[in-house]
Protein backbone atom coordinates (compact mmCIF):
# COMPACT_ATOMS: atom_id res chain seq x y z
CA UNK A 1 0.00 0.00 0.00
CA UNK A 2 1.17 3.61 -1.09
CA UNK A 3 1.73 6.08 1.65
CA UNK A 4 2.68 9.42 0.99
CA UNK A 5 3.25 12.42 3.94
CA UNK A 6 4.03 15.87 3.00
CA UNK A 7 5.91 18.30 5.79
CA UNK A 8 7.80 21.49 5.40
CA UNK A 9 5.06 23.47 5.22
CA UNK A 10 3.97 26.45 7.33
CA UNK A 11 3.82 30.27 7.81
CA UNK A 12 6.17 32.67 5.78
CA UNK A 13 6.61 36.19 5.19
CA UNK A 14 6.77 37.54 1.34
CA UNK A 15 10.44 36.92 -0.13
CA UNK A 16 10.75 34.11 2.15
CA UNK A 17 11.60 30.70 1.69
CA UNK A 18 10.17 27.00 2.52
CA UNK A 19 11.11 23.46 1.43
CA UNK A 20 8.42 20.91 1.56
CA UNK A 21 9.18 16.70 1.80
CA UNK A 22 7.00 14.17 0.59
CA UNK A 23 8.27 10.96 2.03
CA UNK A 24 6.90 7.98 0.13
CA UNK A 25 6.50 3.84 1.05
CA UNK A 26 6.18 1.36 -0.88
CA UNK A 27 9.25 -0.02 -3.49
CA UNK A 28 7.86 1.94 -6.81
CA UNK A 29 8.73 5.31 -5.88
CA UNK A 30 11.66 5.34 -8.49
CA UNK A 31 10.40 4.02 -11.28
CA UNK A 32 7.36 6.88 -10.85
CA UNK A 33 6.92 10.34 -11.97
CA UNK A 34 6.43 12.81 -8.82
CA UNK A 35 4.94 15.81 -8.91
CA UNK A 36 3.56 18.52 -6.48
CA UNK A 37 0.46 20.54 -6.89
CA UNK A 38 -1.21 23.06 -4.92
CA UNK A 39 -4.77 24.29 -4.08
CA UNK A 40 -6.10 27.55 -3.15
CA UNK A 41 -9.51 28.44 -1.38
CA UNK A 42 -12.04 28.50 -3.71
CA UNK A 43 -9.65 27.10 -6.51
CA UNK A 44 -8.95 23.94 -8.76
CA UNK A 45 -6.27 22.04 -8.10
CA UNK A 46 -3.10 22.79 -10.30
CA UNK A 47 0.45 21.89 -10.94
CA UNK A 48 3.27 23.18 -9.69
CA UNK A 49 6.03 21.40 -10.48
CA UNK A 50 6.99 17.36 -11.86
CA UNK A 51 9.40 15.59 -11.51
CA UNK A 52 10.30 12.08 -13.59
CA UNK A 53 12.29 9.19 -12.86
CA UNK A 54 14.93 10.06 -14.60
CA UNK A 55 15.13 13.37 -13.22
CA UNK A 56 13.33 15.65 -16.30
CA UNK A 57 11.49 18.39 -14.51
CA UNK A 58 8.70 20.22 -15.63
CA UNK A 59 7.20 23.75 -13.99
CA UNK A 60 4.43 25.93 -13.92
CA UNK A 61 4.74 28.96 -15.45
CA UNK A 62 4.01 31.26 -12.20
CA UNK A 63 6.60 29.45 -10.18
CA UNK A 64 9.83 28.88 -13.03
CA UNK A 65 12.71 30.78 -11.38
CA UNK A 66 11.80 30.37 -7.74
CA UNK A 67 10.69 26.78 -7.26
CA UNK A 68 12.76 23.70 -7.42
CA UNK A 69 11.39 20.04 -7.26
CA UNK A 70 14.27 17.40 -6.71
CA UNK A 71 14.30 14.07 -5.43
CA UNK A 72 16.39 11.13 -3.42
CA UNK A 73 15.53 7.97 -4.76
CA UNK A 74 17.82 6.11 -1.87
CA UNK A 75 15.71 8.14 0.64
CA UNK A 76 12.18 7.66 -1.34
CA UNK A 77 11.67 11.11 -0.49
CA UNK A 78 11.30 14.34 -3.51
CA UNK A 79 11.17 18.06 -2.02
CA UNK A 80 9.91 21.28 -3.87
CA UNK A 81 12.38 23.87 -2.49
CA UNK A 82 10.30 27.24 -2.90
CA UNK A 83 12.15 30.81 -3.21
CA UNK A 84 10.88 34.00 -3.27
CA UNK A 85 7.30 33.04 -1.90
CA UNK A 86 4.53 35.77 -3.12
CA UNK A 87 1.03 35.62 -1.23
CA UNK A 88 -0.63 33.81 -4.08
CA UNK A 89 1.78 31.01 -3.28
CA UNK A 90 -0.72 30.57 -0.23
CA UNK A 91 -2.52 26.85 -0.88
CA UNK A 92 -2.64 23.50 0.44
CA UNK A 93 0.45 21.73 -1.19
CA UNK A 94 0.19 18.26 -2.18
CA UNK A 95 2.34 15.55 -4.01
CA UNK A 96 1.38 12.64 -6.21
CA UNK A 97 3.19 9.62 -6.62
CA UNK A 98 2.50 7.87 -10.38
CA UNK A 99 1.75 12.01 -11.69
CA UNK A 100 0.93 11.08 -15.30
CA UNK A 101 -0.71 14.13 -17.52
CA UNK A 102 -2.62 11.87 -19.59
CA UNK A 103 -4.03 9.91 -16.80
CA UNK A 104 -5.20 12.50 -14.15
CA UNK A 105 -7.20 10.05 -12.40
CA UNK A 106 -4.43 7.83 -11.82
CA UNK A 107 -2.09 7.76 -9.11
CA UNK A 108 -1.48 8.06 -5.01
CA UNK A 109 -1.70 11.49 -3.24
CA UNK A 110 -0.75 12.72 -0.05
CA UNK A 111 -2.73 14.40 2.60
CA UNK A 112 -1.37 18.33 2.02
CA UNK A 113 0.73 20.81 3.99
CA UNK A 114 -0.28 23.99 3.95
CA UNK A 115 1.38 27.33 2.75
CA UNK A 116 0.66 30.36 3.97
CA UNK A 117 2.08 33.70 2.58
CA UNK A 118 1.99 36.70 4.27
CA UNK A 119 2.23 40.10 2.74
Known amino acids: QVQLVESGGGLVQAGGSLRLSCAAS????????MGWYRQAPAKQRELVARITSGGKTTYADSVKGRFTISRDNAENTVYLQMNSLKPEDTAVYYC?????????????WGQGTQVTVSS
Open 26 to 33: GSTFRINT
Open 96 to 108: KLGDNPYYPDRGY
